[in-house]
């Protein structure tokens, strides 16, 4: 099993910047994606951006140029640089990691742009 610990989210002014970070343990196979999705209230859950074990990288589009996601291959930790914050940035974020043979989903971490 993996297990997912995210931190770094809370409440922040329109135009500034969080970072939040998510760190992997447990049966963790060398290939897989790692990102961000978002869950706001009232709406479907959403991706962000996501990165994979190679490090190619995909975002929202409401996201491209404010938000970069990065990771640390060898300490299993996803980051994700939330720049230019906007109100309707507002949600619970959620990480998740992927590979072939399992799926696993973070707690989540409030994220509040206020305006």
């Known amino acids: 099993q993996v297990q997912l610990v995210e931190s770094g989210g809370g409440l922040v002014q329109a135009g500034g910047s969080l970072r939040l970070s998510c760190a992997a343990s447990?049966?963790?196979?060398?290939?897989?994606?790692m990102g961000w999705y978002r869950q706001a209230p009232g709406k479907q859950r959403e991706l962000v951006a996501t990165?994979?074990?190679?490090?190619?990288?995909n975002y929202a589009d409401s996201v491209k140029g404010r938000f970069t996601i990065s990771r640390d291959t060898a300490e299993n930790t996803v980051y994700l640089q939330m720049n230019s914050l906007k109100p309707e940035d507002t949600a619970v974020y959620y990480c998740k990691l992927s590979s072939p043979y399992n799926i696993a989903w973070g707690q989540g971490t409030q994220v509040t742009v206020s305006s």
């Open positions: 447990g049966s963790i196979f060398r290939v897989n994606t």
């Open positions: 990165i994979t074990s190679s490090g190619s990288t």
